[in-house]
């Protein structure tokens, strides 16, 4: 069964400094990688995405970077503030996959302090 | 627009008995997912559709049972509740092939005692 996994679970950061939230995955047939933002008694909103042909994008304070040979990718937030306080998602779509589907990480619970 | 809406937030059940969650969407998306998420799991498939009239499993359909006879709407029919089905379950909608990005509506919260 396809997997990807997360880590670390949960992070703790003080405000201004950097969160960074790691994903691994293990089937090569991947072309689109999400990661997802959830609040509290929200559902998961869109942050920022990569697909496997760039090493990094960069979207205001959010960083993706994508290590293909790896199988890794990871999300940077830069200047981290109180209000990204949220849990995160990284996923990734089969390529060719007939319902769009994803595969999700399990979560890392983010808290920044102020 | 109001993107994709979910009815009811919350709901108590009692083992044995049946619901329905409703969930639409407006932005004329022809692909439609039903997850659950419990808590540090993650988000997982139960059913997904890719246009009106097709549905198909995910990866934890057991208990559960869809239809989508418009594109709007992709109701979850859950049969013989049981506590495992105690979760919070979210609607997604997704539009353009290949673009990867799914909406998520605001989720069900359900308890099953």
């Known amino acids: 069964q396809q997997q990807v996994k997360q880590s670390p679970q949960s992070l703790i950061v003080q405000k201004g400094g950097i969160s960074i939230i790691n994903c691994a995955y293990e089937n090569t047939a991947f072309d689109y990688f999400p990661w997802y933002q959830q609040f509290p008694g929200k559902g998961p909103a869109l942050l920022i995405a990569i697909r496997p042909d760039v090493s990094e994008k960069k979207e205001g304070r959010f960083t993706i970077s994508f290590n293909k040979s790896a199988k890794q990718f990871s999300l940077h937030i830069m200047d981290s503030q109180p209000g990204d306080s949220a849990t995160y998602f990284c996923?990734?779509?089969?390529?060719?996959?007939?319902?769009?589907?994803?595969?999700f990480g399990p979560g890392t619970r983010l808290s920044v302090l102020p | 627009n109001a993107g994709v809406t979910q009815t009811p937030k919350f709901r108590i059940l009692k083992i044995g008995q049946s619901m329905t969650l409703q969930c639409t969407q407006d932005?004329?998306?022809?692909?439609m997912y039903w997850y659950r998420q419990d808590p540090g799991m993650g988000l997982k498939l139960i059913y997904y559709?890719?246009?009106?009239?097709?549905?198909d499993k995910g990866e934890v359909p057991n208990g559960y049972n869809v239809s989508r006879s418009t594109t709007e709407d992709f109701p979850l029919r859950l049969e013989l509740a049981a506590p495992s089905q105690t979760s919070v379950y979210f609607c997604?909608?997704?539009?353009?092939?290949?673009?990867?990005?799914?909406?998520f509506g605001p989720g069900t919260r359900l308890t099953v005692t």
């Open positions: 559709s890719v246009g009106a009239g097709i549905t």
């Open positions: 996923a990734a779509k089969p390529v060719g996959n007939y319902g769009q589907n994803f595969v």
């Open positions: 932005m004329n998306h022809n692909y």
């Open positions: 997604a909608s997704s539009g353009r092939p290949g673009s990867g990005e799914q909406y």
